[in-house]
C-alpha cells in the first residue's frame, strides 16, 4: 500500500456493493476478480466508480474507498480521458464490448498503461451497469517504444536513420507538423543532403575504426549545429541528411548550412592526428508543404551531386533549371551508350592553313554527334562522356577514324600534312592511351610523324611526371603534341621547357578579341613571341575575319583556322571541296621548317 499521506476525510462516502443491488459477481466470481491481479470495477455511463476490487486499489496505489465514488476520468491521463468517456459513453449506449489502450495520471506510482475492456452489465433487477477490467501494459508500451526508438535510430552514430527521416517528411507531407507552435517562425521546409569529400580515402588510409570515429563525431558536430528541431539523420556510408523546418526563407537554410560546412571543417582528432574533412551538401528547400519523400531526396541528392560536380567543399541549392540540364545530361547519358552503337558520332575535318595562301597544311578531327535528326554539340557531350567514362571508348574510336581517313585520303592523291586529334584528360590518363594510338597508326599505316595530339594545360598539370613520361614515350614513336586553347589554363611557362611539345594553339577568345582589345592583341603577340623562342608551330584558332588573319599574318602566325577559311567538313564535302577548288592543298610540312631552340 502507498506510503503517501491520503486524506480521508475528503473521499466520498463508501458505496455499500450489495445496498447497489447492482453488484454482477456474487462472492466466489468476486474472490477470483481479486484474484486475478486485474483492474476490475463497475462504473456508471459517466464513469462514476461504484464498486472496485481490493486488486484494484492496491494497483491504481488509491484506497479502495477513495476509489468508491470517484471518476474513473480523474484517474486518467488527460491525453486519454475522452477516449475513456466515448468508450464508456458509447458501452452504456449499445451495449458493445470496447477496448482502449489507456494513459493514466501519473503521480503516485501506478502503471503508466493499462489494456481497459468495457462491457455492459444488466443485473437481475434491471438496472444496467459498466463493468471494465484492465491489465497494467507499462512494459509492453515501455518496450514497443524502445523497439519504435531505435527503429529510427543510426546505430553507430545515435542520430535517426533513414527511416526516421522518412516518418518525419511523412508527418510534413500529411500535414501532421505544419501545425505545431514550434512552427511560428516560418512554415518553410528544408531537406540538405551532405557526402564527406574525401571518406573514402580516410577509411581506407586511416582504416574503418577511425571511419567510424569520425562518421560518430560528425554526426555529434550535426546535433550540436542545428536547432534541436531540426533533425539530423544518417542515410548510411558518408550520406547525411538535414531536416529542417520552421524556416522563414531559402536564406535561412543557407545559413545553417554555412554554419554546418564550417563546423565540419574543423579538424578532427583521430588516433592523435588531426584530420580534415570538407563536405558538399545538396539543398532542397520549398516555402509550403513538402511533397513525397523520395522527391525530397531526389531534389537534394541532384543539387549534392552539381555541388560536387562545381569541386565540393559548398552547398548548392535544387532549382528546376539545374533538375532541366541534369535531366539534359541524364538523357544524353543514355543515348549516348546506344549513339555509340548504332554509329551515330562522326568525324568532320577543319582545315588548318598558311595565313597567306589560304592553303591547306593540316587538318583537325572535330567529333560530331547527329542524335534524331539533331546535331547535339561536343560541348554537351564530351564532358558527359568524360564523366560516364565513354570518352576513351570514343576518344579511341576518333583516334583510328581520324588515323584512316588521312591514309585513304593520301591514297585518292589528297595529301593532308598532318591529321590534329584532340584528346581529353580522362583519354589521357587512362593505361591503355599509348596503346590505342600506336595501333591508330600502325592500323592506318601512317607515319607517326603526321598525327598531332591536341592536349590542353590542365592535362598536363593534373600530373606532370605521369604526363610527361607519357608525352616522351609517344614522342619517341613520332607522335607531336599541341597545347589547345592557349592561354586559358595554368601557363606556368616553366613546363613548356619541360614537356616535348610542337606547336600552342592560340585561344579562340583571344583571336576574336583582337581587333577592339589591346589587350587581347597583346597576349596574342606574346604567345607567338613565346612559341618563336620555345621553337614551337604557333597556331591561332578561330579565326572569323580577313582582319584577324592579316593581323596574324603580320604578326607572324605560322598556321591559322577558323571560319575565314573553312568550317568542319564531312570527309564527303571536304573531298569535292578539294576537287572544284574551294580548297587548296598546300605544300610544305609545317613542323621541318622549325628547328626547336
Ligand atoms: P576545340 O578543340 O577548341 O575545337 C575548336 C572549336 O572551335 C570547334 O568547335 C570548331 O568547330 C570551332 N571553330 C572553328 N573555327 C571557328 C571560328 O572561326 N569561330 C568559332 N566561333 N568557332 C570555330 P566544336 O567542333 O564544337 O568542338 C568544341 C570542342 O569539343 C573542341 O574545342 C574540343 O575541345 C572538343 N572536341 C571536339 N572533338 C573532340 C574529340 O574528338 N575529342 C575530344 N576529346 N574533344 C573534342
Ligand atoms: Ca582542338
Ligand atoms: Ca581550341
Same mark, same amino acid.
Given at each position: 500500500m502507498t506510503a503517501l499521506a491520503y *486524506?480521508? %476525510?475528503? %473521499?466520498p462516502e463508501p458505496a455499500d456493493r450489495r445496498a447497489h443491488g447492482a453488484t454482477p459477481a456474487g462472492g466466489e466470481a468476486w474472490a477470483l476478480l481479486e484474484a486475478s491481479g486485474a483492474l476490475a470495477m463497475w462504473v456508471d455511463a459517466q464513469g462514476r466508480i461504484l464498486e472496485a476490487t481490493e486488486t484494484t486499489a492496491d494497483l491504481l496505489v488509491y484506497p479502495l474507498d477513495y476509489l468508491r465514488g470517484a471518476s474513473l476520468l480523474d484517474l486518467v491521463a488527460l491525453e486519454s480521458r475522452e477516449r475513456v468517456a466515448q468508450m464508456l459513453n458509447g458501452c452504456a449506449h449499445d451495449g458493445a464490448a470496447r477496448r482502449e489502450r489507456v494513459r493514466m495520471a501519473g503521480g503516485i506510482g501506478g502503471p503508466d498503461w493499462i489494456d481497459l475492456r468495457v462491457s455492459q452489465h444488466t443485473a437481475s433487477n434491471g438496472a444496467r451497469t459498466l463493468l471494465l477490467f484492465g491489465h497494467d501494459i507499462t512494459d509492453w508500451v515501455e518496450s514497443q517504444r524502445e523497439l519504435t526508438e531505435r527503429a529510427f535510430l543510426d546505430p553507430l552514430t545515435g542520430v535517426g536513420n533513414r527511416a526516421y527521416i522518412r516518418k518525419r517528411i511523412e508527418e510534413y507531407t500529411s500535414g501532421q507538423?505544419? %501545425?505545431?507552435?514550434?512552427?511560428? %517562425?516560418?512554415q518553410g521546409f528544408a531537406l540538405a543532403l551532405m557526402d564527406l569529400d574525401g571518406f573514402k580515402n580516410i577509411n581506407d588510409s586511416l582504416g574503418h575504426e577511425f571511419g567510424d570515429a569520425l562518421l560518430k563525431e560528425v554526426g555529434a558536430r550535426l546535433q550540436d549545429t542545428v536547432r534541436t528541431r531540426h533533425s539530423v539523420a544518417r542515410l548510411g556510408g558518408d550520406e547525411f541528411v538535414l531536416l529542417l523546418d520552421?524556416?522563414?526563407?531559402?536564406a535561412d537554410a543557407v545559413r545553417i548550412l554555412e554554419r554546418v560546412i564550417h563546423v565540419c571543417r574543423q579538424p578532427f582528432l583521430l588516433g592523435g592526428c588531426h584530420v580534415r574533412i570538407t563536405t558538399s551538401i545538396g539543398l532542397a528547400y520549398s516555402a509550403g508543404a513538402p511533397q513525397s519523400e523520395s522527391q525530397w531526396l531526389r531534389r537534394a541528392d541532384l543539387a549534392m551531386y552539381e555541388a560536387k560536380a562545381l569541386g565540393k567543399n559548398r552547398y548548392c541549392v535544387y532549382t528546376s533549371e539545374l533538375d532541366r540540364r541534369l535531366d539534359e545530361q541524364f538523357r544524353i547519358e543514355q543515348s549516348m551508350f546506344e549513339a555509340v552503337q548504332n554509329g551515330e558520332f562522326l568525324l568532320h575535318y577543319q582545315p588548318i592553313v598558311w595565313p597567306d595562301s589560304g592553303k591547306i597544311c593540316a587538318v583537325e578531327a572535330l567529333m560530331r554527334w547527329e542524335h534524331a535528326g539533331e546535331a547535339i554539340r561536343p560541348d554537351i557531350f564530351i564532358p558527359v562522356a568524360e564523366k560516364n567514362g565513354l570518352i576513351k571508348h570514343l576518344g579511341a574510336w576518333a583516334l583510328r577514324c581520324a588515323c584512316a581517313q588521312l591514309a585513304a585520303w593520301d591514297a585518292q592523291g589528297i595529301h593532308v600534312g598532318h591529321m590534329s586529334v584532340n584528346v581529353s584528360a580522362v583519354q589521357f590518363l587512362h593505361p591503355n592511351f599509348f596503346d590505342s594510338v600506336r595501333a591508330a597508326i600502325q592500323d592506318a599505316g601512317i607515319?607517326? *610523324?603526321r598525327l598531332v595530339l591536341e592536349i590542353t594545360e590542365s592535362v598536363l598539370m593534373t600530373d606532370p611526371k605521369a604526363a610527361e613520361q607519357l608525352l616522351l614515350s609517344l614522342r619517341a614513336l613520332g607522335i607531336r603534341f599541341a597545347v589547345d586553347d592557349f592561354g586559358t589554363g595554368y601557363s606556368s611557362l616553366s613546363y613548356l621547357r619541360r614537356f616535348p611539345l610542337s606547336a600552342l594553339k592560340v585561344d579562340r577568345s583571344f583571336v576574336a578579341d583582337m581587333i577592339d582589345s589591346p589587350h587581347a592583341r597583346t597576349i596574342v603577340s606574346a604567345v607567338l613571341s613565346l612559341a618563336r623562342e620555345l621553337g614551337l608551330v604557333a597556331i591561332a584558332e578561330g579565326v572569323e575575319t580577313e582582319a584577324q588573319g592579316d593581323l596574324l599574318a603580320a604578326q607572324g602566325c605560322d598556321l591559322v583556322q577558323g571560319w575565314r577559311y573553312a568550317?568542319?567538313?564531312s570527309p564527303a564535302d571536304f573531298e569535292n571541296s578539294v576537287l572544284d577548288g574551294t580548297l587548296v592543298m598546300g605544300q610544305g610540312e609545317v613542323f621541318t621548317q622549325r628547328v626547336a631552340a
Open positions: *486524506d480521508v %476525510a475528503l %473521499a507538423r505544419l %501545425a505545431q507552435p514550434g512552427n511560428a %517562425a516560418g520552421g524556416l522563414a526563407s531559402e607515319g607517326a *610523324d568550317r568542319a567538313l
